[in-house]
């Protein structure tokens, strides 16, 4: 009986660990048909990671691994895991974060990844990110939404092409009527307008973020006038 599921494959069940037999709560995973008390997952997890590092070379003994923990799940399951393995591997382990300066939400966030940091046994290095930080994450964002939205509307505008068509259509059949085709024509003006709108905004993200980053600002304001010049 399953006593609650993550959505993720991982449900709590009721049953006996494969590993150790416990016969107490249990976690099935369904990606590896395996059923584990929560003690042998750990080690389970512990030696998933263990053989990603050996599989892909990622470090050597006394190397020192700095990790970005955020205080969500993953990068905290990591931060425990790769504690332990350092006493194994003979590697030093160091977390890392960010403060964005984003206020409370910043300051409890920042409070966690300590509290965390200070159960593992690992030291913590603070890195607070100012007004500058702030700009390029926020126009980052900008420029990665502003692709997601292009392509929405792009994809829209195929749609309204395809009911202006089959409104005139229509309308030569005798089906629909003047103003049919003119609120299809309408509904295509509007996604036009929404298109042309969001290709200036990720535009001008895209030379802010440049700007702010120290790259090529000269090279992307001219390729961005090429756009603009092959669009009209």
């Not at 509904?187 to 001008?204: F, G, I, M, T």
Request: glycine share 8%; with cysteine; aromatic share 6%.
């Amino acid at each position: 009986m399953i006593i609650a599921s993550d959505g993720h494959g991982v449900d709590l069940v009721e049953g006996r660990c494969r590993i150790c037999g416990d016969s107490t709560e249990i976690l099935r995973l369904t990606e590896f048909n395996l059923k584990l008390c929560r003690h042998c997952f750990v080690r389970f997890f512990e030696r998933r990671v263990r053989r990603a590092l050996e599989k892909h070379a990622m470090l050597g003994e006394r190397d020192r691994v700095v990790l970005a923990v955020s205080g969500g799940k993953d990068s905290t399951a990591l931060l425990f895991a790769l504690k332990r393995l350092g006493m194994v591997m003979d590697f030093e382990i160091r977390a890392l974060h960010f403060h964005l300066n984003m206020g409370e939400f910043s300051d409890l966030n920042l409070e966690v990844v300590r509290e965390q940091a200070d159960i593992a046994g690992v030291p913590l290095e603070v890195v607070r990110i100012g007004d500058l930080g702030l700009r390029v994450h926020r126009e980052f964002r900008a420029v990665t939404e502003g692709v997601a939205r292009i392509r929405a509307l792009e994809q829209a505008l195929r749609s309204a092409d395809q009911v202006v068509t089959a409104n005139r259509r229509s309308y030569e059949a005798g089906t629909r009527t003047v103003l049919d085709v003119l609120n299809a024509e309408q509904q295509r003006q509007s996604v036009l307008r929404d298109l042309a709108q969001a290709r200036y905004e990720y535009l001008l993200a895209r030379v802010r973020l440049v700007s702010l980053s120290g790259g090529d600002v000269e090279g992307t304001i001219a390729g961005v006038d090429g756009v603009l010049r092959g669009a009209q």
